[in-house]
Nanobody, 121 residues
Framework: QVQPVESGGGLVQAGGSLRLSCTAT????????MGWFRQAPGKEREFVGAVGWNGKLSMMADSVKGRFTISRDITNDTGYLDLNSLKPEDTGVYYC??????????????WGQGTQVTVSS
């Protein structure tokens, strides 16, 4: 089975940027859609964005539209989440997941361990 591995988290000031990466161990991401989620302290995990198996059909949560961008490099089997204009409320653990689209919704199947993003004010 595919095992996503996230990297790129860290501490950044408000207004700054980060690029998160998601690679795979075990199987490749081939054929899977890729999604990103985040979980803030004391809150439930929430959907951030997803991109289709071919790098198309991306969707983003309203809370991050215009600030975050999702993409994937099929050749290098890597997914990316670019975080721009970061706000303190973007703080949390960001998770990558391999899954599939069910209608207009991303269904996660395999989760990574997460990477911490902390935005200071």
């Amino acid at each position: 089975q595919v095992q996503p591995v996230e990297s790129g988290g860290g501490l950044v000031q408000a207004g700054g940027s980060l690029r998160l990466s998601c690679t795979a161990t075990g199987r490749t991401f081939s054929g899977y859609a890729m999604g990103w989620f985040r979980q803030a302290p004391g809150k439930e995990r929430e959907f951030v964005g997803a991109v289709g198996w071919n790098g198309k059909l991306s969707m983003m949560a309203d809370s991050v539209k215009g600030r975050f961008t999702i993409s994937r490099d099929i050749t290098n089997d890597t997914g990316y989440l670019d975080l721009n204009s970061l706000k303190p409320e973007d703080t949390g653990v960001y998770y990558c997941a391999a899954g599939y689209y069910s209608g207009a919704k991303f269904q996660p199947g395999y989760w990574g361990q997460g990477t911490q993003v902390t935005v200071s004010s």
